[in-house]
């Protein structure tokens, strides 16, 4: 099977995407991956076989931008430059994970990507199960996905994309993900 695998963020964010990337390539399956990869965590990355497409800006990279650190230090005065620095980040990471999931079997997302997994997955008519270490997201997208959604002539719905999981009423991702990948001891 051909896997996509995407995450986005620090460490706490990326390494489970790295981990699942990693036993899905051990088990003979094409991994794709599009994480976000700070210089600290190329060599884990490259000790698991994987190499890593970028995906979305380097967060070690923003904190040395002054115009990024002038919008964390005053976010209500820069609410209107962070919501469009948002909404480009959002689009740059879409056409990378648009693209990297073009023929893909499974799109895997992390927690951060959940949202835009969703989209993609829905556009390719894939399925999308989702590598988290915690029970459920704690944030919505809102009406940036809407947009995404409209930019791909993806049908809008009216709830988020943890509902629109094919399997968010029961916890079954685990095991059908085990399954298909064979992971031992699952």
């Known amino acids: 099977m051909k896997f996509v695998v995407a995450g986005y ?21 094409e991994v794709r991956m599009a994480v976000t990869v700070p210089p600290d965590m190329l060599a884990f990355v490259e ?9 979305g800006r380097d967060y070690q990279e923003l904190l040395g931008d002054k115009d990024f650190v002038r919008m964390l230090q005053n976010p209500i005065n820069a609410i209107s430059e962070a919501i469009e620095y948002v909404a480009q980040v959002s689009a740059e990471k879409s056409t990378t994970l648009t693209s990297l999931t073009d023929g893909a079997d ?4 992390g927690i951060t990507e959940q949202s835009l997994a969703a989209n993609v997955a829905e556009y390719y008519g894939i399925r999308w199960p989702r590598c988290t270490s ?53």
């Open 9 to 29: 963020g620090s460490r706490g964010d990326v390494e489970p995407c790295i981990a699942v990337a990693g036993e899905l390539l051990r088990g003979g399956h």
């Open 47 to 55: 000790s698991t076989g994987l190499t890593a497409l970028p995906y």
């Open 106 to 109: 499974l799109l895997v997302a």
């Open 134 to 186: 915690s029970p459920r997201r704690f944030w919505s997208s809102g009406s940036r996905m809407g947009a995404q959604r409209r930019r791909r002539s993806v049908p809008n719905v009216g709830h988020s994309a943890y509902r629109r999981h094919p399997h968010s009423r029961h916890n079954l991702w685990r095991s059908r993900l085990t399954t298909s990948c064979a992971f031992p001891g699952w």
